[in-house]
């Protein structure tokens, strides 16, 4: 939303004709003045049953693969990671560890958790956030202190999953693997929220109800309301508001250990998630996307410069 | 298949009384005497779904992230790599590059493949089985030669992917990023085969009418039918024979160049991706999979030593 509030001000200061309506969408569910975001509900379904699947594969084989640990996005802030607990119905289910960024991450502490959960269930599986943050503010990667090198002095690269896996198996003495979902989590539309893909709708045709109307400035919000059972319906907020905001996992939202989420956050990404959004199957039993012609139109106006 | 051949044969040997019926159940797909084993058919539903969706996530954004790497499993054969061929309906469609460890695979003909795939489309995709091997038949991981030192003089650890990513960037200049699906593709039981679920059960009643009928030391086969349609039907074979053989991807399957699969091999796994198996959703919007209650036993038998 920061393009758009700029361009709405540049063209407020130069006097250019120009109406500007953000609407929301991004996965990290991190924009300020809105319940939620488009996107966020579709990768929390998709997260949370990867979760709850790789977490059943860990279970089947937790004789040799004691520890899995499953990389989610975020670099800022923890709400994709922490969708995946809604994947644990029970203290037996997937994941047993959720670390976001908004919780001061230490390996003392990873380890400590890790030998908890074995000691309990045999298997341990891990959640991790891409950015997690030392006590200091500091992601967790290659230079993040004593556990950046391996038993034989090589530094480790990569991302905080890799990091993981290396602590554990020096550290704890058990074989880890792990999962990296990327851009799989932000594109499986074979599995999203049907929630998620109407309220984008929604948002979508909020905008261009306010562009007519004559608002300009401004960005479509999402207002959960009050009351029984889930109802969402559209607000307006400043773009430069949102600019200048940022919405992180509030603190309620997760548990007192820094390990995992509350029944609060449970309760605000379970609605989120209802619902399957329908998809086309083609004839080679795969999903039919569009893709766009891409035609050229022919050059109408003079040379810029 | 090892172990119930060896328990066969001890069993004969000894005298004891025992049948032996193996029911082939990999997604590997690497059994010898069958024309696929179940889980094939739904892992490559699955990572195909994978490698169309994440390149047109790639597509949407190719001026920052030009490169999209997908490792998927397979380490000693290439069918899961080769079955994300199946997303490619056209020739901008992704994976524009399949790796498999049966071609023979080295750093210098990836960066020309990249190359030549950048030129073309302004992106690339590349999938990349987690066994690739050099033509010395070593797997291209940290001790591959002259490509595991980043620009530090550090060591590059980890698998197949980060190793492709360190090398794209560093030779063709461009941002790559890689997901690794990891235990993900293999429990995806929300978007698994209807057919190979389908088929996995009639293996699983044919071995127990082969055990009831008197077989012993056999493992059911799929014996695809000819004409027209896809049409699969059990079969037999020697334990032994199937211990002793392994089925890779025959070179007929793979393209010229050693980057991509052929149209026979898409007329081989498209029937094994059809139809999507049914799911029973919870009222939290996600998948409900049982498990068992693990009661114990009453003890009868007496100590055995």
Redesign the interface.
């Known amino acids: 939303m920061d393009t758009a509030g700029m361009l709405n001000k540049l063209a407020k200061d130069t006097g250019y004709e120009l109406v500007c309506i953000g609407v929301p969408k991004t996965i990290d569910n991190d924009l300020a003045c809105t319940d939620h975001c488009p996107g966020y509900g579709s990768v929390a379904?998709y997260v949370?049953?990867?979760a709850?699947?790789?977490g059943?594969?860990?279970?089947a084989l937790y004789t040799t693969?004691t520890c899995?640990i499953?990389e989610v996005m975020g670099r800022n802030a923890g709400w994709i990671a922490a969708a995946t607990g809604?994947?644990a119905?029970c203290p037996?289910d997937s994941p047993h560890l959720i670390y976001m960024p908004e919780a001061v991450f230490s390996f003392d502490k990873l380890i400590s958790d890790v030998k908890e959960v074995l000691k309990r269930l045999g298997r341990v599986f891990i959640v991790a956030g891409e950015g997690l943050k030392d006590e200091n503010g500091q992601y967790v990667t290659a230079d993040s202190g004593a556990f950046n090198k391996?038993s034989f002095g090589?530094?480790?690269?990569?991302g905080v999953a890799?990091m993981l896996k290396a602590v554990i198996e020096k550290e704890v003495g058990i074989k880890a693997?792990?999962?990296?979902?990327?851009?799989?989590q932000?594109?499986?539309?074979?599995?999203a929220?049907l929630t998620d893909v109407n309220e984008a709708y929604m948002c979508g045709k909020a905008a261009v109800d306010a562009a007519l109307s004559g608002e300009n400035g401004k960005m479509v919000t999402l207002i959960r309301q009050d009351g029984n059972g889930y109802k969402c319906t559209t607000g307006l907020a400043e773009l430069s508001d949102v600019a200048n905001g940022e919405t992180k996992v509030p603190a309620e939202y997760i548990n007192e250990n820094g390990k995992g989420i509350t029944e609060a956050m449970k309760n605000y990404v379970?609605p989120l998630?209802?619902?399957?959004a329908p998809i086309t199957?083609d004839d080679?039993?795969?999903?039919v996307?569009m893709?766009f012609e891409r035609k050229g139109l022919e050059k109408k106006l003079a040379e810029y410069l």
Not at 56 to 59: P, S
């Open positions: 379904k949370a049953t990867c709850m699947t790789a059943k594969d860990t279970e693969d899995t499953l809604l994947a119905r037996e391996d090589h530094v480790q690269l990569g890799e693997r792990f999962n990296k979902l990327g851009t799989n932000r594109c499986a539309m074979h599995f929220s379970r998630v209802q619902g399957q199957i080679d039993g795969l999903p996307f893709r």
